[in-house]
């Protein structure tokens, strides 16, 4: 770092590099990223504060635990979501097809994103429709294997890199994300940026701060079935709701989540980050190993059932 002459150092969650940071040159700011609501990555945050000049929250519930957890944080909190370019995005329309397009783009994990859910979704659904799974994971063949045991037909595509997303996601009418774990949700607004409607479990502070529920998409409580269901029959049965959706969709990423005005913001807290006084170096004869966070026994039973029962 003093070697290539840094200004800012942006630290990753590794135990390594943050017990480093009290012993950074004075001339080294750091600005933390949080880029998860989990304990862990908040007591990396909270663990040498001092030596850090501002922390970026993706996401309004972790300014709002990182503040009732570490009070003294909040002065140095600021909200700085994801943002995508979405300046050469074509205008929002419904082609002339009788078939409902329904996507999922993500990591086929159940424990987190909770994709078995799925098939039990649609196997109830009435409407004709194709299924469209962008992703890898774990869960893929089991994922699989239940959507054929219940005849839903689906598109499987793998993992695809972000710049060849568009050709797929632009047909996508709705997006099922009944994820439980989440930072941000930006798989959500990589959709929503092609006009495409989610349907989404309720995060407190994660999808309620991105989806404008009943405008830009529908918020769903504890992955409820049977909201899910009526979400998707409304969208069906009324295509104007549907395109009225689908073009808010993309307003909101525009309005909300556009890469140059978060850009912008980011300089901004750069710039404050530069002026602000660290406490004087550490003597690396004082270094220590940082000691990982680890939940006791009964919190990781707690957060199993959590994950379980879908928060």
Wanted: charged share 25%; with cysteine; proline share 5%.
């Amino acid at each position: 770092l003093i070697k290539s002459k840094v200004d800012i150092l942006i630290p990753n969650n590794s135990p390594l590099v943050v017990s480093c940071l009290p012993f950074l040159p004075s001339n080294i700011k750091v600005v933390y990223i949080v880029n998860s609501d989990t304990p862990r990555v908040y007591q990396y945050v909270a663990k040498h504060s001092d030596y850090i000049s501002r922390i970026i929250c993706i996401s309004p519930i972790q300014m709002e635990k990182l503040g009732n957890r570490y009070p003294e944080l909040r002065d140095k909190l600021v909200l700085l979501p994801h943002g995508l370019d979405v300046q050469e995005i074509a205008s929002v329309s419904i082609y002339e097809k009788k078939t409902l397009q329904i996507g999922f783009l993500g990591r086929l994990h159940d424990g987190h994103k909770k994709v078995l859910i799925i098939p039990e979704i649609l196997k109830r659904f009435g409407g004709n429709y194709n299924l469209h799974i962008v992703g890898d994971g774990p869960d893929k063949t089991e994922l699989l294997n239940l959507l054929d045991k219940h005849n839903i037909s689906y598109t499987y595509h793998g993992f695809i890199k972000n710049k060849d997303l568009r050709p797929i996601i632009s047909l996508w009418d709705i997006m099922l994300f009944p994820s439980v774990v989440e930072g941000f949700g930006l798989t959500l607004i990589e959709t929503m940026q092609y006009g495409v409607v989610p349907i989404a479990n309720r995060l407190e502070g994660i999808t309620d701060y991105i989806i404008e529920n009943g405008e830009s998409g529908y918020l769903v409580s504890k992955n409820d079935i049977s909201s899910y269901l009526d979400k998707l029959n409304k969208l069906n049965n009324d295509s104007d709701l549907l395109l009225k959706m689908k073009r808010k969709a993309k307003t909101r990423v525009i309005e909300r989540f556009d890469l140059s005005k978060v850009c912008n913001d980011y300089d901004t807290v750069f710039r404050e980050a530069m002026l602000f006084h660290k406490p004087p170096t550490n003597k690396i004869a004082v270094w220590k190993p940082y000691k990982e966070y680890k939940p006791s026994i009964l919190q990781r039973a707690i957060n199993r059932m959590k994950l379980y029962f879908g928060n």
